[in-house]
């Protein structure tokens, strides 16, 4: 956990939302409590966004929003490959003893293509069934006599908690071929009618025009 799950967290925030600005991803972010289980703390979002487009991951649109200035966020071709790499990488790489990577992941996957999911989450469950393997659920202090049996305890948690994956993951992808779960993004979940996403929804079509209109404006200049 740390900056690489950052990094994913704020390139999939601009790309559920773009054109959007850098106080929204601040409330998104915060309302999936990532301060509590990514480590990702409010005043670290904005020097994020900077840091994606210094990187040439992201493109921030200084604009005229009414009687006020508002800085907009939107992913560059590099920042959706690399946005699609690292949920690639996070959803595959299994870490029983971690997996607040995966965590972030499983919430952007709307992202990628539908089939894409599927196959991603395939091998996680293959993965995950060779991990479990090594954490036998009937292992005793006497199977294994040079691990102090408090430590044992650690390992049977362990492997309780990979295996409690693996039967939610299982049915995560029953759910997912049965149409009970449609993991496509133009299938989201609809918000209900007081719900801040429904003004997102608005502000991004409003700064879509706004970035037109700069656009055309740049290019009459440099004609």
């Known amino acids: 956990m740390g900056a690489t799950t950052t990094r994913m967290l704020l390139l999939g925030a601009v790309g559920l939302f773009e054109p959007v600005n850098g106080y929204q991803i601040r409330r998104e ?5 990532v301060d509590r289980w990514a480590n990702v703390k409010p005043g670290s979002i904005y020097h994020g966004l900077t840091g994606l487009v210094t990187s040439g991951l992201a493109t921030r649109h200084d604009l005229c929003d009414g009687s006020r200035e508002v800085a907009v966020y939107q992913l560059t071709d590099d920042g959706r490959a690399e946005l699609e790499r690292l949920l690639t990488e996070a959803v595959t790489t299994v870490n029983i003893f971690d997996r607040h ?3 972030a992941a499983f919430g952007l996957l709307p992202l990628l293509d539908g089939q894409q999911v599927v196959a991603l989450l395939e091998e996680r469950r293959t993965g995950l069934t060779a991990a479990i393997a090594e954490f036998p659920d009937d292992a005793t202090p006497g199977d294994l006599p040079y691990v102090p049996p408090h430590a044992v305890r650690a390992m049977q948690l362990w492997g309780a908690e990979a295996r409690a994956e693996l039967a939610w993951l299982t049915d995560v992808l029953d759910d997912v071929r049965a149409g009970r779960l449609v993991l496509g993004f133009d299938d989201l979940w609809s918000p209900p009618p007081d ?3 429904h003004q997102m929804t608005a502000d991004r079509e409003r700064y879509r025009s706004l970035i ?7 290019g009459a200049t440099s004609q």
């Open 195 to 197: 719900d801040p996403s």
């Open 101 to 103: 990577d995966f965590h």
């Open 29 to 33: 972010l915060m309302s999936w409590q």
């Open 212 to 218: 037109d209109e700069q656009a055309a404006r740049s």
